[in-house]
């Protein structure tokens, strides 16, 4: 069997480059401005910014116009970039509290202090396709800019956000419906998955680090398992906000708490309604389920704060048991990284002819060794039946 | 064909021929009370799991003569119940209410309404989670066969053991049910509450999954069992004394509400009030008319 | 004339995985020392089988891996089907009433008779227990099916099992995982017999534990049967086991019965060549 391996591809892989530009560009209409990327696309670019673990939206504009809208590639070039920077100081932690609100809901109680903030959603818009935005134009714009600008002079905010919010969490806390926060917050910096490989057990914070730096519909996949069937979560959802949140370092003489600057963010907190009963004497509690990525990613919040209430239960062993592939942490985990997952599929189109050479041979010999199996059964009950007859 | 405020769609939005699918299995549902009928659950504009399932069946049978009440926990003005109303409202152009009483077709997630309904009406209920075995058995193939069979030990077990790990039921909603005295029936999110109230009632009941693509129906005066020990005997949310802080009514399902008051250290506290707000309204009204302080 | 004492009469079972064809039946059976037709690849588990059983006796099935034993038990389990033949049923508890042939029963009447009337042990564990249910419940599974309802007097009824099968009744809410393997065997006889079966099933309930394990499990086996008068078919590759415990054996060779007789009788005095061969290499 003759297999010829391909070589000397060098030419070959410059034309291939050639080939995806002049794909990109052979409508020969007016090519994208990153900026419109970032105002018109911001799911992409918030996407590509929470699975490639870099907060630069223009950065991340320009990877989505690269990988031509393809999600998983516009992060991988992101994570790629991101390798080139060096890690100056870890941020304060901040508490969602802090989040200047454009959004936040909360399904479990119909009124929550500070009440329940729509802000921008397409939840209960009926999804028909609108035809009214094909033929948008620089007037139409404009106009619809001038309502808001309206309602800005009126008192609205120029940035969509709100204001500052209590946290559902707390208020369940007061109420020792979920676990108390710990008397000492926890000071030491947090596992960081860029400069140390993840290892099981792992502490929250490398869980939660990856799954926050997830593929949006891995980690989907994997929450909607656990909450239909294979599994035994029921999430109800505490709080979901989405908005402006600051960000602080630690002044490095002074020590300081510094604000430079601020990211667009979705936080998630989810109650679940197994109790834990890891300690058979405490207090029967809801479980607490934390989600974040950057920009507005509420699909992937959410998913990934059922997530991490599943694990969270499986660990504690918790009246349920664990069950199910999204109760397996390892699993999860090593699993829901766009990028890698992605990457070693894609692996496969590499030559892979000495393997393959190798996998032919010993089929060869199974194929043989069955062959010769089954002639030499024959031959014996042959042999048998003739003896028996004589 | 009745005239559509918006032309370019169907009564209804889906096409008839769906909807007389839809209808056919509605039938079949309704001969075999509490089996879990599947049906093409078709695409609508409004996302999975929203209330697909309860939109398909309203549409198949509302009629242009119809009123229709849409709520969602109760609450007629509730973000969803709004907006399925307003879906059905623009392609149908029919009668909508806020009064059980006036409506014909009543759509609902979570609840029935607290003043008993009559046999000219139709309940139709969004249904999340179709199949009670799902919690001891989420392959369905398996699970079929097992109500094929009514093998429902297993699910027996699963409640002896809440009853010994947790001391008592510990399903909060979805509590399962056995359906004239055959199919286990999930009853979707609604409160313990109404579960009985599903029992031999006037009312024909219908429950649509969109998202898991089936229908199965309570068809009047049938009964419902919840499953429950003699021991350990099924219990409503009702606690003695409970009263609504709004109309004072004793005997209904109560939501709390955060309440704004600048008094208060938390800058306002919480009070519960029935969860089904028409009615909540009509007493409310009553009260004000008859000048009756509530109890 | 007296009334028979059988409980269940089987005959002219077969079960084939393969479409079969012209020559199978010259490649396969116990002469030729094959299962398999080499032309078709058609397995045969089980051919022609028949035997009888009678109230309160223990009918051993031995023969090696493959011979069709565990088939056959199967078939009398009502979990895998036969192609043909009869399981013809008395119920003991009304012994004037016709028999009836168990495999003409509907889905919905086999699996109601399988938990009232049948009980089973599997060699694993996991095939007959649900191991993310507590000791308690997997013992109460077949009581709840039976429509008790109320849990303190199945809890009562568990611990009796319980201490019947020689099982600390104080860990009747355990997790099975923390229970040896004779433990598990023990909680699954308790379980087999919470409905207080006429016919007990015991599929190589011995093979895989520790030898002193497996006299112990025995043992428990053999006072069952004698407090209870229990009828039990009985599957074992191990001539020991079935010698310890049944009366009558049959012994199976590529999917056929080979012989079938008073234990004793084939242990002393075995007639076909394969029982010879398997009596002489066992003592």
Known sequence: MGYIAARGGTTAIINAEQLVEYLRLQGGSTPLELIQIRDQLRHAVGRAMNEGALYAPMLAALAVKQAEGDSIEASFLLRAYRSTLSRIMPTLPISGEAMRCMRRISASFKDIPGGQMLGPSQDYQIRLLNNLIASETAESVTAVLAAYEQLVDAGMSADGAIGHFPKVADYMRQQQMIAPLPAEPDTSEPYDITRTAISFPCPRSARLQSLSQGDTGCLLTYAYSSVRGYGDAHPTLAELRFGYLPIQVAHPLTGEAITIGEISATECEIVSKAHSVAAKQSTPRFNLGYGFTFGHGEVKAISMAILDSVLTQAKAKGLSGESGPAANEEFVLLHSDGIEASGFTAHYKLPHYVTFEADLKVLDRAREHTTTQSQSRLQEIATRTQEASA | MSTTPEQLYNFGFIDEDSKREVRRQILKAIALPGHQVPFASRDLPIARGWGTGGLQITMAIIDADDTLKVIDQGDDESVNAVNLRRLLQRTTGVTTTVDTTAASIIQTRHRIPEEPMRRDQILVLQVPMVDPLRWVEPNLERATIMHGESDYGRMWVYMYESVVKAGDLRIATQYPVIVAGRYMMDTTPIPRWDVMRLHNAEALFLFGAGREKRIYAVPPYTTIEPLQFEDFRFKTEFVAGQICARCGAQDTFLTSHFVVDSDHADGGHWRSSCSDTSFCDKRVLVNATTQEAPQ | ?283
Not at chain 3, 38 to 56: I, S
Not at chain 3, 150 to 163: K, S
Request: hydrophobic share 35%.
């Open chain 3, 1 to 283: 004339m007296t009334a028979p004492t059988w409980i269940l009469h089987a005959s002219g079972l077969n079960k084939q995985y393969g479409p079969g064809c012209p020559r199978c039946q010259q490649f396969t059976g116990p002469a030729h020392n094959n299962s398999q037709c080499p032309v078709c690849n058609t397995v045969y588990a089980c051919v022609d089988a028949g035997f009888t059983l009678h109230q309160g006796e223990v009918l051993g099935i031995v023969g090696e891996s493959g011979s069709g034993k565990s088939t056959l038990l199967q078939m009398v389990n009502l979990a895998t089907a036969a192609d043909s033949g009869h399981i013809w049923y008395r119920e003991p508890r009304t012994p004037d009433a016709d028999p009836v042939d168990l495999l003409q029963m509907d889905a919905y009447r086999s699996r109601h008779f399988r938990n009232d009337r049948l009980g089973i042990v599997y060699q694993r564990p996991e095939l007959g227990l649900n191991m993310r249910f507590t000791v308690g419940g997997n013992v109460a599974e077949k009581l709840l099916l039976a429509n008790w309802r109320h849990v303190g007097n199945i809890r009562t009824r568990i611990r009796e099992l319980m201490e019947q099968t020689e099982l600390p009744p104080e860990r009747i809410d355990d997790d099975p995982h923390t229970f040896s393997g004779g433990m598990l065997q023990r909680v699954q006889i308790a379980k087999a017999l919470s409905s207080s079966p006429s016919l007990l099933l015991l599929d190589e309930v011995t093979s895989g534990l520790d030898l002193s394990v497996q006299a112990r499990v025995l043992d428990l086996i053999r006072r069952i049967q004698w407090e209870q008068q229990m009828t039990m078919l009985l599957v074992s590759h191990d001539l020991g086991v079935i010698k310890q415990l049944a009366r009558r054996t049959i012994v199976m060779k590529n999917g056929h019965i080979v012989e079938s007789g008073l234990t004793d009788q084939i242990l002393e005095d075995p007639q076909h060549p394969y029982t010879q061969l398997l009596v002489s290499s066992a003592l």
